[in-house]
């Protein structure tokens, strides 16, 4: 990557990924890569496409920081290796086969009224506790992207109407929001995602892998496509300028979590179990 590569691809992303502790980090890039490659289907396609991951790092983790020190010193993990870009906030990792995965930095925040945003493409540090305009304002001002992310239960009552006052607002910047495949099947659409396209703000769909060991699987199953040209030495800053363009298309792709997976997993969660 020493110079810029601008190509016009498929470009398939997860825009929220976390690397949760309970993850190892080659297994993950190897089901990135299988999920990812399921989505192109043809060896055509997965040769002419562009797998990425938007790292969404809740406080006290860092694990991009990890792999960026990885990339500097182009240090490998079994069947991985890691290179720095052109920019800060992003590396690849390849793998034996020159199998590319983009990785991009990027934090998620929690606001003073409990709701979660996400500040993809930034490797900047965000305060919790702010209120949601403050943080969402912040993450703009230090050029990251806000997407306002669902979650279980997250959405309703007090907290609906505050996403709703802020689709009737015209004084904040433009704001994603973040479908996830750890919605259940059985649930609708949430009616927000329609208010916001029709607004012009688009949904950007990922995994949100849950702190489960057998959910370093997830990433890359679940995710986006766009037809763009994107520059390789710079995936994050060509990747910012792709979403903020309203002439974008982006496509979802992956199935949504079935009753048995969800149930289970809520289970495990609140017991607090690990495996």
Request: aromatic content about 10%; hydrophobic content about 40%.
């Amino acid at each position: 990557m020493n110079s810029p590569v601008k190509i016009s691809q498929k470009i398939i992303a997860d825009a929220h990924v976390h690397i949760h502790r309970c993850f190892e980090i080659d297994q993950l890039l190897n089901a990135s890569l299988a999920n990812f490659q399921k989505v192109s289907q043809t060896q055509t396609d997965i040769d002419n496409s562009i797998f990425l991951i938007f790292l969404t790092e809740m406080p006290g983790d860092f694990e991009f920081s990890k792999l960026l020190e990885y990339a500097k010193k182009s240090q490998q993990i079994n069947n991985w290796k890691f290179a720095i870009t052109q920019e800060s906030l992003s590396i690849y990792a390849v793998n034996n086969n020159n199998q590319k995965i983009f990785i991009i930095a990027g934090r998620q925040i929690v606001t003073a009224e409990k709701l979660e945003v996400l500040a993809l493409i930034s490797d900047s540090e965000f305060a919790d506790g702010l209120t949601i305009e403050t943080t969402i304002e912040n993450i703009v001002s230090k050029g990251g992207i806000p997407v306002l992310p669902w979650g279980v239960g997250k959405w309703l009552g007090k907290r609906g109407k505050i996403l709703q006052k802020l689709l009737n607002s015209d004084s904040i910047p433009m704001v994603y929001f973040g479908d996830n495949s750890g919605r259940p099947n059985f649930w609708s659409r949430p009616s927000y995602f329609q208010l916001a396209e029709q607004k012009g703000w688009k949904v950007l769909p990922g995994t949100d892998p849950l702190p489960l060991k057998s959910e370093y699987s997830r990433p890359g199953s679940f995710g986006f496509m766009v037809e763009s040209e994107l520059n390789l030495a710079e995936p994050g800053k060509s990747m910012k300028q792709i979403l903020l363009n309203p002439t974008t298309l982006v496509q979802p792709y992956g199935v949504l979590e079935t009753p048995f997976r969800f149930i289970r997993n809520q289970l495990a969660i609140r017991d607090g179990n690990k495996n």
